[in-house]
């Protein structure tokens, strides 16, 4: 059995990304539509990929 985190309802993708680095898991969804944090990727998991762009002021 795979241990994984079900994230709540409430918790924004930003947020998830977030906890997910920083505990060395993969973001994923399941068949059930649930989103969870877990170690390894199962059959039938799709994994979320997560790029936070950051506004900046570009050099002139």
């Keep these: 059995m795979i241990n994984t985190i079900t994230l709540p309802d409430e918790a924004?993708?930003?947020e998830a990304?977030?906890?997910a680095a920083a505990s060395h898991l993969h973001l994923v969804i399941d068949r059930d539509?649930?989103?969870?944090l877990t170690p390894i990727l199962a059959p039938g998991m799709q994994k979320i990929a997560v790029h936070a762009k950051q506004a900046g002021k570009v050099a002139a």
């Design 33 to 36: 539509g649930q989103t969870k």
């Design 17 to 19: 990304a977030r906890q």
């Design 12 to 14: 924004t993708v930003l």
